[in-house]
Structures are given as structure tokens and as C-alpha cells.
Nanobody, 128 residues
Framework: QVQLMESGGGSVETGGSLRLSCVAS????????MGWFRQAPGKEREGVAI????????LYGDSVKGRFTISQDNAKNTVSLQMSSLRPEDTAMYYC?????????????????????WGQGTQVTVSS
């Protein structure tokens, strides 16, 4: 029921910035929460940031807290991820995702099986 498309990936030097965008379509509205995840080759997919689109509440993975900011534009059905102070360790394919159900934010980022719809991904490469 949800279609997602990411854009904005690219190559940047250490310390640089990138802004990713995810356009979501679920009939005429986006999901109640949306997430950004990333996966490097040979590594586990990990949660980066979550936004609850109703009230704007956010969650961040420990490794990106203070450097990344997730935001929404409901009029455009878009969720963005502003990434600053990028490190080589941030190099990964970044995916936008939507769950079947949004658990309360106090429980933290939901486990991977709870996210049922994924975009195709956009590559972020941070060089030394």
C-alpha cells in the first residue's frame, strides 16, 4: 500500500553534508511514522532515524545522534534526512522505510521485521 523513493545520495568528503529525500505515497497520505535505515556491504542493516509524522517526534541511532536530522513536509509527502559532519563510517546504502504499525516512540526504534515497505535505496559515500 506504500510506495517509497529515495534521492539525494552521492559522494562527499569527511566532514561534509548531504540531504536525502524520501517521497512516500500511501494512497493520499504518508504513514504515521517513517524511518531511515542504512546498510554497508557485509554488515547488518541499522536504524538511523525515525519520525512520527503526526507530532514530529523523532528517534535517532546512537551513532548519528547530534549529526543527522530527520524532518517532514506533509504537503509534499516527503521525509528528509539532513546529514552533517559525515564520516567514512557513514558510507552505506540508505533506505527509507514504512512500518505496518507505529509503536510508541518510548519503545525506541522498532526491529527490522516491523518495517514492511522499503524504498530502492540511495548510496552515500564518504571519503577520507
Amino acid at each position: 500500500q506504500v510506495q517509497l523513493m529515495e534521492s539525494g545520495g552521492g559522494s562527499v568528503e569527511t566532514g561534509g553534508s548531504l540531504r536525502l529525500s524520501c517521497v512516500a505515497s500511501e494512497y493520499t497520505r504518508i504513514s504515521n511514522c517513517m524511518g531511515w535505515f542504512r546498510q554497508a556491504p557485509g554488515k547488518e542493516r541499522e536504524g538511523v532515524a525515525i519520525i512520527y509524522t503526526g507530532d514530529g517526534e523523532t528517534l535517532y541511532g546512537d551513532s548519528v545522534k547530534g549529526r543527522f536530522t530527520i524532518s517532514q513536509d506533509n504537503a509534499k509527502n516527503t521525509v528528509s534526512l539532513q546529514m552533517s559532519s559525515l564520516r567514512p563510517e557513514d558510507t552505506a546504502m540508505y533506505y527509507c522505510a514504512a512500518p505496518e504499525y507505529c509503536a510508541p516512540a518510548r519503545y525506541g526504534i522498532m526491529n527490522l521485521p516491523d518495517w514492511g515497505v522499503w524504498g530502492q535505496g540511495t548510496q552515500v559515500t564518504v571519503s577520507s
